[in-house]
T-cell receptor, first 109, second 115 residues
Framework: AQTVTQSQPEMSVQEAETVTLSCTYDTSESDYYLFWYKQPPSRQMILVIRQEAYKQQNATENRFSVNFQKAAKSFSLKISDSQLGDAAMYFC??????FGAGTRLTVKP | DAGVIQSPRHEVTEMGQEVTLRCKPI?????LFWYRQTMMRGLELLIYFNNNVPIDDSGMPEDRFSAKMPNASFSTLKIQPSEPRDSAVYFCASSLFWAYTDTQYFGPGTRLTVL
């Protein structure tokens, strides 16, 4: 069975700085998708970024980028120029919507 | 588009009562998902429909839970009878195309409290 692990229950970053959230997963598949979702206090789940495993290039969406290491089964999210609005729970998810436990990100002004 | 709509936003009920959660997916979306989120278990996929047909219900915890999708614009998740351990936030999500590879759009969730 596929599992998704987020080893950082909480992270903190100073506004305008960069933070990296970690995610590892386990799978025997060779082709799959990985996702990062953001859940602000409003509870709504919002897709931040997704990565297709067969693509070697790391996905990027504005200030959000991933470091996808397929051999290591690692999928970290980097947030650059952190903003107060980035404060939220961040969930890593594997193809079949198995979610990690989440990382709570606090942004300090 | 209004996005995925869920109702009610909050539901408080007593143990043993029937609970029905409702979801209206984004118009034109072909796939619909129901999730449950708790502190203990995190976010879990309960069931997934494609073109109104249940494809994967392996996440439904037990027979007290049932889900239907009578048409492309409406789905329900029913718990009968409800128990305190069912207390959670229930999310509905929809996506345009097939399965898990497409972006899912989540509703605001329904917070269920069973006393």
């Amino acid at each position: 069975a596929q599992t998704v692990t987020q080893s950082q229950p909480e992270m903190s970053v100073q506004e305008a700085e960069t933070v990296t959230l970690s995610c590892t997963y386990d799978t025997s598949e060779s082709d799959y998708y990985l996702f990062w979702y953001k859940q602000p206090p409003s509870r709504q789940m919002i897709l931040v970024i997704r990565q297709e495993a067969y693509k070697q290039q790391n996905a990027t969406e504005n200030r959000f980028s991933v470091n996808f290491q397929k051999a290591a089964k690692s999928f970290s999210l980097k947030i650059s120029d952190s903003q107060l609005g980035d404060a939220a729970m961040y969930f890593c998810a594997y193809l079949d919507m198995r979610f990690g436990a989440g990382t709570r990100l606090t942004v300090k002004p | 588009d209004a996005g995925v709509i869920q109702s009610p936003r909050h539901e408080v009920t007593e143990m043993g009562q029937e609970v029905t959660l409702r979801c209206k997916p984004i118009s034109g979306h072909n796939s619909l998902f129901w999730y449950r989120q708790t502190m203990m278990r995190g976010l879990e996929l309960l069931i997934y429909f494609n073109n109104n047909v249940p494809i994967d219900d392996s996440g439904m915890p037990e027979d007290r839970f049932s889900a239907k999708m009578p048409n492309a614009s409406f789905s329900t998740l029913k718990i009968q009878p409800s128990e305190p351990r069912d207390s959670a936030v229930y999310f509905c999500a929809s996506s345009l195309f097939w399965a898990y590879t497409d972006t899912q759009y989540f509703g605001p969730g329904t917070r269920l409290t069973v006393l």
